[in-house]
């Protein structure tokens, strides 16, 4: 009772009840026709509730979600609660647990939506529905996979559809800077191994590689190793990488680590040499990018970066990014390392399932990437409804990616993804060897079987 009280508490303190749409309907490159089809195909919907439970609370993030709600309110009658908290991926277990989910639960952690898919707390979604995330969605196959999950009974069923994206495998750097030394932005992974070597040949430093990051200091080489992996190992590998299958100490994890460390172990590879990398903060490390001259060339991090840029730094001017390039040698595709949310029916209803059905509604991607910080898998988003070229040409690389893997660290055991994966990378720059990282990696694994 005390978990629904609190649910229902943070439901009507973040009531919908929009009384304007943020973008006049029939205005601007938005997908109208398609949210009047949705309409048309949803008119039995009026006066009903939907309640939501999701991780963006206060400010930015949870006003342009509810700016998305409104038009599904406006398509269907439905009234629409949204609830969050501090704590909701601990508050969205204690509801389910408890009988008082909200009708739709969003949360990014696959490994929580799978552990409550196996202990019953979740509804299974169409076959129809499963077919349309694949067809409709870049690398659709590999979001059926990061839905899918075992039930109480141990079979596996389709529960989950993504919504809203974001991407890491980026590389940071200053147009002016590669003009001005002559770089061309590579097009494969051997290429950009290549143009490290001629940047140090040329008397410039590469790289600005920095892992601090307070508690969870060793988080960014992770992101360094997953998208590594997924250049020179098969998606099949990674896969059972993170669920443990293939042992960290397994030569194709190995091989991984030794190739980040032939980025990061190279006093010429790096700004301030081997040493300042385990311990500059990775806040501060892109800033080397625009020091006059600059202290290096290329910054590799997530999409979230330019919030820590020097303050008017102009985004496709003063700084660009490109896609960390796939392996030729390898041909595996374009693998794309990203993270995201997905959302899951915790307590069936029509109004549940007709907004499951609208998160495939180019309509639900288009009002949040005229915004900001929204990328879309959804091929029938219209990327010119993007805000700026930045997330236009971040949301490129998500749409051409030909496989999409969510960040391993995070499908991992906290105790290894936010613990010794962490430890073995600040470990690793500091001197010791991928096999001995490896080995102590996964025996902290085996310990907690």
Known sequence: MAAAMLLGVSFAAANVQAAELKFPKGEGAFSWSALEKFAADHT???????TIWGPWREGGDQEMFQSVLAYFEDATGVTVKYGSSENYEQQAQIDAAAGSSANVTILPQPGLLADMASKGYLTPLSDALKARVEAENAAGASFVSLGTYNDKAGKAEFYAVPYKSDLKSLVWYSPDNFTDAGYAVPQTYEELKTLTE???????????????SGGATGWPATDWVEDIMLRINTPEDYDAWVKNDLKFNDPKVIAALDEFGWFA????????????????????????????????????????????????TKLGTDANFFYFPQSSEHDLGKPVLGAGTLAVVTKDSPAAQAFVDFLLNPISNEVWMAQSGFLSTLKAANVDTYANETLKGEGSILLNATTFRFDGSDLMPGAIGAGSFWTGMVDFVGGKSAKDVGDEIQASWDAIK
Not at 285 to 312: E, N, T
């Open 44 to 50: 039995d919907l009026k006066g009903q509730t939907l």
């Open 265 to 312: 172990k190279n006093d010429k590879n790096v700004d301030g040499g081997v040493a300042a990398v385990g311990t500059t903060d990775f806040r501060e490390s892109p800033l080397g990018l625009f020091s006059v001259p600059p202290k290096c060339y290329m910054h590799h991090q997530a999409s979230f970066i330019p919030s820590f840029f020097p303050k008017d």
């Open 198 to 212: 001629k940047m140090v040949a040329d008397g410039n430093t590469p790289w600005c590689i920095g892992l601090g």
